[in-house]
């Protein structure tokens, strides 16, 4: 698995249509609020043209990609953190991702109403980051009291984490989402148990439609930069269209080129997204498959073989580790070790983007 994103934005925006557009899920598309009710989910093969050249030396063997989850969850509306629109049972859903993809209408359409009844990708954004900012608020809140039980009850400890609680609470008042504060490590056990919406990672994403970049792209990505993180545009009906119509890679490429893009929105998305978690993707080639991994920057070896394997992190010996482009100029994995070209690595190796390791456990 490579992360979890959740689609949120105003009723309209487009949501369905990206998230069909990046996963090709084909999800119900209505010009109308609410048509979405339910989340929708689905799973994609990360694309990595690494991958593809590793798995072009092995070709006896399967290609096994990371994945991206896509969460398209239902519009936000004013008023979602207290219920309007289903609001609260949308919001919760937004808990269990890794990151938010938060999609902003950047193309004018008379046939789809617009909740506000016009384009103001500010006024939009400021909508949805409120409710988030609310929501969090209210769950802190709850948090808070339970804190000041204890603290009556005579927890000493109870005393110091509720005056570092009470400022984070705070912050959110004024309208400062978490992420962009450094919350005290007194709390940090507390804040994984309420698991606040604004402290997971942002990326916009600005929906342009059919017509490509614009006036209203380009805000969502000034405020984007104000915030911190990265907007991608995406022409979102036309990649929903041709990753419906295209049959095979080639003829995705094909329509793409025809009109005149040069990668899909998956892929900005996936680069983006990796920025955004600060993930490295390493790769290995034992058994009958050639697979990508994809884990933290800092991972040890040990914690990258335990996605393999839980029980690799305790039976860990060493790491036999490869650079990939010395492996693709080399040709072979037998070559690189005839030239001295594998590293044995230890417990304290961090592994690296692009790295392809052989795990030797006990």
């Not at 016009?118 to 954004?125: A, C, Q």
């Not at 400021?126 to 603290?151: A, C, H, P």
């Not at 148990?193 to 805000?219: F, Q």
Request: glycine letters at 8%.
């Amino acid at each position: 698995m490579g992360f979890t994103c959740g689609l949120v934005g105003l009723p309209n925006a487009g949501k369905s249509t990206i998230f069909n557009a990046l996963s090709g899920a084909c999800a119900k598309v209505e010009s109308y609020p609410f048509s979405t009710i339910d989340a929708n989910a689905a799973k994609v093969a990360v694309p990595d043209a690494r991958l593809d050249r590793l798995a072009s030396l092995f070709p006896e063997k399967k290609k096994v990609p990371t994945h991206l989850e896509f969460i398209d969850i239902a519009g936000l509306v004013k008023g979602a953190s207290e219920g309007e629109g289903m609001g609260n049972q949308f919001l919760s859903e937004i808990r269990a991702v890794d990151a938010i993809l938060h999609v902003v209408r950047c193309f004018v359409d008379p046939n789809v109403a617009h909740v506000s009844g016009e384009i103001d990708p500010k006024s939009d954004v400021e909508v949805v980051e409120t409710e988030l900012l609310l929501k969090d608020y209210e769950t802190l809140g709850r948090v808070r009291e339970r804190l000041l039980r204890e603290v009556k009850g005579g927890d000493r400890k109870a005393q110091a984490r509720l005056a570092v609680w009470e400022l984070l609470l705070a912050e959110v008042a004024r309208g400062v989402p978490i992420r962009a504060l450094s919350p005290d490590r007194e709390i940090a056990d507390l804040l994984v148990e309420s698991s606040p919406l604004t402290a997971k990672p942002i990326l916009y994403v600005a929906n342009v439609g059919d017509v490509g970049e614009n006036d209203h792209s380009r805000e969502v990505e000034r405020l984007a930069r104000e915030r911190g993180t990265e907007a991608i545009v995406v022409r979102g009906r036309i990649e929903a269209e041709i990753g419906e119509a295209a049959g095979s890679e080639e003829e995705r490429q094909v329509f793409l080129k025809e009109w005149g893009l040069t990668e899909t929105g998956l892929s900005q998305l996936v680069a983006a997204g990796h920025r955004l978690l600060r993930l490295v993707t390493f790769f290995t080639i034992e058994g009958p498959e050639v697979r990508a991994w994809t884990v933290p920057e800092g991972t040890l070896a040990p914690q990258a073989g335990a996605k393999i394997h839980t029980d690799f992190a305790e039976r860990f010996v060493l790491a036999e580790v490869m650079a990939l482009d010395e492996l693709l100029q080399s040709g072979s994995e037998k070559a690189l070790r005839e030239g001295g070209r594998v590293r044995r690595a230890g417990r304290d190796y961090v592994v690296e983007d692009g790295d392809v390791i052989h795990f030797i456990c006990a």
